[in-house]
Structures are given as C-alpha cells and as structure tokens.
C-alpha cells in the first residue's frame, strides 16, 4: 500500500520522531558541500570551524502570486510603489541563496497563504482544488514548490475555507505545514506537523541541525469557530514552545527558528474569548530559553530586526516581520563556531529587502500564468448596472451610498431567511466597515470584481438579537475609532480616524438606526441622537443585528455581540452574497436605500456636510 505523505509527516510529528526524515521533511541536500570552506572563518583539523547560515522568511502571502490586483484589473501599486507577489520574492530567494550558498539557505513563511485575492478565492470556492494531483492546481503550491520551500506555519486564514480544503492544500505542497499548537480537539495530540528539522552538512565535522518550530494563532478558536469547533484546539504560542523548544534542543538541533503567526506586541483583538494572547512572539522569544530568532506574521507590518532579551538566559532574540503580500523578504543572517565538541550560535541578524527593486521570477510568473488569467476572465465578467457611480474614499467619516448597499445587502438577507419564524417581525440592523478606501462601483456596467471589491474578507453572515441598550454599547466601541477632537480645533479628515491604531476593518457602520457621533466628547460617550423609526431606541427593545462571522465570534472585541443569541447564520461569503444580489436584482439604485443616517458632530455641530 503506498505511503501517504500527509499522513507520514503527521504520524512522525506526532509521536516526537521529528519530521527530517521524508521527503519534504528530509535533511537538507547539500550538493557542492566544499562551498562551505569558502565561508569557514577559520579551520581546525577536521575542518572548518565555523559556519554562516541563512534563513529566508516571507509572511502574509493572501494568495498573492504575481504582482496584480484582481480588483483594478492592473499591477499592484500603493501610494509608496510596493510590489507584491511569489514571483517577486522569488527572484530575492535566488539572489539571497546564491549570496550565502543554495546549501545553506533555507526558506520558511509564517502563514496566512491561501487567502486574501481572488486568485486563492476561485480555487477555494469556484474551481475548488482537492488532494488529488490530477485536479486543479493551487497556484500557491505551484509557485512555492517551485521556489523549494522548506516549510511554511499555518496562519488563522488558512482555516477560512474549511479543513478539507486546507488539506487539500496540504497534499499539494511539497513542504510541511506546521502548527505546535493546532491539535486535535480529543486527543490533544498534533494536527499538524509541530516541527520541522534540517541538517546543514559541514566538510569535516557533524551536520548543524536547525530546528524549524511553526505557532499559528490561537484566535482560530474565534474567528473560525464554525469551522473547527469540536475539530481542532489552538493551545497559546508560549505554552507549546515551552513544550517543543527543548524536545528540538533534545534532537541535537545547533540553532531554533520559530515561524509564528502572532505578532510583537502582545495584544488581542479578541477579549478573553480565549485565555491565550493574539500577538504573542515577543512573549515567546521573552519566556522560551532557546530560541535564536523569529519570523514574524499575521500583523501586517514590516520590522526589519526586533531584538528581545529572554528573561531567563540572557541572550537576546532576533525577530523580523517582511510586512505582507510578498512585499519584502526577511534574510537572518545566523553565524556558528564549533566549541566543545558541538555547533554554538554566535550571532544572528536580521534585515528585510524590498520586492520593488527585482523584476518576477519568469520562471514562476509561467508556472502559475494558465491559473491567473483563467481568474481575470472569471472576475471581468458582468453581473450587473448601477445607476450612479459610488465610491469608498470618504466611508471612513462620511455616511456613503457604498456601505450602505452592504447594509443593504445584508438586511435583506436576513428579513428573507427570517420570514415566517418568531424572530420575523424584529427590526433588522446591519453592520458594515470600509474594508477598502479604493473599493468603487461605476456609473454602468458593473464587474464581478467591481462587487467583490467590496468585501475584500471571506466572512460569512450571522444574525444575533441585541437589547436598545447593546446596541448603543456597540456603537459607542465603534466611534473608538475617531480621534477626540476639541469644538474649536481644525478638521483634517486624515487626523480624524484610526485612533489609536483602530484598523479600518474594526470600525461599524449600523443600517437600521440613526445616530450622530460627537467626537468633542471622549470615547465611550459619543453616540447621541439614536433612533429607530424616527423615534429614540428603547434600551429594552430587541433587534436582529446582521454581522460577519469575524465580528460574531468576538473579532475586535465589540461588547454583547459574542455572546448574544444566534438566530441564522450562512455559510455562504458575503461577498458572494452580495453578487447574487446585483445578479438577481440586475440594476443597483443608490436612491432606493440609505435612508438611515449617521454623521460625525462637535457640540453638536455638524463636521460635514
């Protein structure tokens, strides 16, 4: 019977046989070994006594493999000129391996790889890959094969689609999948790989052995409770590392790298909805002996070199986070010297190079080319007509026709799934955030990518009934996001949101109701003027409240939602809720909808007009 492979890294992970033995998981190769001796800093008997190694880290891929946005219809560009893409990095790696020696390069990402562009959508949902080689090809695996990944940790999105799918994805990658702390909910035992092991040879002495530990993050629990609860339990990142660091250290492992998806800081976004923090790795690298460096994700950010002190050995831990999309490549750069009979790290830094001063990889711009205009087909098609052009730009302080077609959207959605149950005669409201300040639907015909443009996230629907009183509660966690700002003080809008650090995708907007928000007054005592049907909203009054699943589940921590009583929820993505919508209804009116008004005052004071 042949062997899986799947199933032979999962057995040996589990059992703490270590994963260096198979395939993927095997040790390094190391043709043309002798090139060690040009990088030896000094030679004893036996050979050279010291060693240079480097390890490549991305992050934060979201299904980018070339340099294109799907929802413009043209190469990525921002407002600082970044590239994205797997066939940009690509042609880093090879310049960074070819720097240090392909045989002492390895090549690890830290999660968060099938999600996040419609690319990595249509082969989720509309052309769904499975296990099987013959079948659809995920262009994720395609181009990370290729580029010979040594390993890669599971992010929170790789959940979002479902674990079948996420297996699926799992038999095409010619690397493990790793996550110490992904573990089957019964037995406690991995579901994944924990770790990966490597041997590095050395002309003259023993191998250095790097030991590869990959931490996803614990907020899967959360966000993607419909698709792994009573399946799998996300244990915290500091707990498992204290558990495997030192069985790696006990397989004779020279040098630990971790590949966390959890950043710096040590927040979270999700309450105590679980008891284990969001962004971790600083703690990991404070509280874990052993550990020499950290590839950082999840947060979206670019730091090139963190260093952080573990509380109990002293010795400083090199951490790097190569912001997101394939943007930059982190490079550890980690030196070794030979004492006593084994390999001692003498050194590790760290830096980050910038994917905008290569051209692509042709070779992986080719491999995944069919797969890339198969999709610019699919999302140029038209689904629909608007009457007026709407745009995202001001929806972060302004109330605008764009969101309020999401509420839209949404509200019908779930007065239809409703009607004729007991909850059918409840008032419905909706919730929605400005994902996107560049999303737009043109005057005209609209593509599907003009639409999905909207809901950049695979959220689903939920409905949950909220009191008068929770509602306002909810509102006033949402105006956090803008800056007090005194009656008298100038108004630049650029100043005015994203108070302390208040990610756009963490700001509500409520269809349903009216309010104003008096950002003279402080956070907390903001939401003035809410009403319902023209009236004010009773405190004890009972409403549907329609929700993403993120926001159901607890995601960025606003009050009663959490907990309140679910009455419906989808398992369809809003997105593709919102393009049978425009499918189904053929023309979009921005006069028929957004009666509800919300508004930011001072005093009082209307900001804007």
């Known amino acids: 019977m042949p062997l899986n492979r799947r199933d032979f890294i999962n057995r040996s992970a589990a059992t703490g046989a270590g994963v260096a033995l198979a395939g993927a998981a095997g040790a390094v190769a190391a043709p043309g070994a002798q090139a060690a001796d040009a990088h030896a800093g000094g030679r004893g008997q036996h050979g050279p006594r010291t060693f240079s190694l ?129 573990v089957d909910a019964t037995t406690l035992k991995p579901a994944f790989p924990p770790y990966l092991v490597k041997e590095l040879r050395v002309p003259g002495h023993p191998p250095v052995k790097v030991g590869v530990l990959g931490l996803t993050n614990p907020g899967i629990a959360v966000w993607d409770k419909a ?9 915290g990142l500091v707990e498992q590392a204290k558990v495997y660091v030192p069985k790696l250290r006990a397989l004779g492992c020279d040098v630990v790298i971790c590949t966390d998806h959890s950043g710096l800081d040590g927040g979270t976004s999700y309450g105590d909805a679980v008891p284990y923090p969001e962004n971790a790795s600083s703690l990991v690298a404070a509280q874990v002996p052993g550990i020499d460096a950290i590839l950082v994700g999840h947060t979206h950010v670019e730091r090139p070199q963190t260093l ?150 695979e959220n689903t629907l939920d409905a949950k009934i909220l009191t008068g009183a929770q509602v306002k509660d909810y509102l006033e966690w949402s105006a956090r996001y803008f800056a007090q700002t005194a009656p008298d003080a100038p108004v630049d809008p650029a100043e005015l949101t994203n108070a302390g650090n208040i990610p756009d995708y963490s700001y509500d907007v409520l269809s349903g109701v009216s309010y104003d928000i008096d950002i003279a007054q402080p956070a907390g005592s903001r939401i003035v003027n809410l009403t319902h049907d023209g009236k004010p909203v009773d405190p004890a009054a009972r409403f549907v409240l329609a929700v993403n699943n993120y926001r159901s589940s607890g995601g960025s921590n606003y009050p009663h939602v959490a907990a309140a009583q679910s009455v419906w929820s989808s398992s369809d993505e809003i997105r593709n809720t919102i393009i049978a919508w425009v499918q189904a209804h053929g023309t979009i009116d921005p006069s028929t909808f957004g009666a509800d008004q919300w508004r930011l005052t001072r005093a009082g004071v209307p900001l804007f007009q």
């Open 308 to 457: 952080v002190v573990n509380e109990q050995t002293g010795r400083t831990v090199v951490l790097s986070e190569p912001l997101m999309w394939g943007m930059r490549l982190s490079v550890f750069d980690i030196d070794l010297v030979r004492e006593r009979g084994r390999w001692q790290v003498a050194s590790v830094t760290a830096e980050v190079r910038n994917a905008n001063t290569v051209e692509e990889d042709p070779v992986v711009a080719k491999l995944v080319r069919a797969e890339h205009e198969k999709v610019v087909a699919y999302v140029n098609q038209v689904v629909g007509t608007c009457t007026a052009a709407m745009s995202a730009a001001e929806s972060t302080y302004k109330d605008t026709p764009i969101i309020d077609f999401i509420n839209l959207v949404q509200s019908d959605t779930v007065t239809a799934a409703l009607a004729g149950t007991q909850y059918a005669d409840l008032p419905v409201l909706s919730e929605a955030s400005p994902f996107s300040r560049t999303a737009a639907i043109p005057a005209g015909q609209v593509s599907l990518r003009d639409v999905a443009g909207l809901y950049v996230y």
């Open 227 to 235: 698709n792994v609860q009573g399946r799998m339990a996300f244990p």
């Open 54 to 182: 480097r390890v490549l880290g991305t992050t934060d891929l979201h299904g980018h493999a070339l340099n294109w946005d799907y929802f413009t219809d043209a190469e990525y560009d921002d407002a600082t000129h970044n590239d994205v893409g797997l066939a940009k990095v690509a042609t880093l790696v090879e310049a960074a391996r070819a720097e240090k020696g392909h045989d002492r390069t390895l090549l690890i990402d830290a999660g968060d790889i099938i999600q996040g562009t419609q690319l990595s959508y249509y082969y989720a949902r509309v052309e769904p890959i499975t296990g099987d080689r013959k079948g659809p090809r995920h262009p994720m695996a395609l181009a990370m094969n290729h580029m010979r990944y040594d390993a890669a940790a599971l992010g929170n999105h790789e959940f979002n689609y479902g674990i079948p799918l996420l297996r699926a994805f799992q038999e095409q990658c010619d690397f493990p999948l790793l996550a110490a702390n992904a």
